[in-house]
């Protein structure tokens, strides 16, 4: 779903997509097509499922909070969430998904 509303509102306008259970938002058509991009944001949608869906935003939350006062960056505090180093270090193994072991994003606490 294409939508520059929901990425401006939840990333600052710093995302090109944003996933709010059970979609995903993209900044623009063309990522459409972006297939690294739409499994980052899928694995994030199993990350959500396996948390029961609002702790999943919770917990994100909070560990951005805490990301971004250990590293007063905006940019480093997201990329350190547990849940964004997991979807970014297997965004282009389109088979992930099929074999993501049950809270694996621990591994990258």
């Given at each position: 779903m294409v939508s520059r509303f929901w990425t401006k509102v939840f990333s600052?306008?710093?995302?090109?997509a944003i996933t709010i259970f059970p979609f995903i938002f993209l900044?623009?058509?063309?990522?459409?097509?972006?297939?690294v991009l739409?499994?980052?944001e899928r694995i994030h949608l199993l990350q959500a499922l396996e948390l029961l869906i609002l702790p999943f935003y919770?917990?994100?939350?909070?560990?951005?909070?805490i990301r971004f006062i250990q590293f007063r960056d905006f940019h480093k505090a997201y990329r350190n969430?547990?849940?964004e180093r997991e979807a970014y270090?297997?965004?282009?193994n389109f088979n992930?998904?099929?074999s993501k072991k049950l809270w694996s994003f621990c591994k990258y606490l």
């Open positions: 600052f306008g710093k995302a090109e900044r623009r058509r063309g990522l459409k097509t972006d297939q739409l499994n980052h919770i917990w994100y939350l909070v560990e951005f909070t969430i547990s849940f270090a297997n965004e282009s992930y998904l099929k």
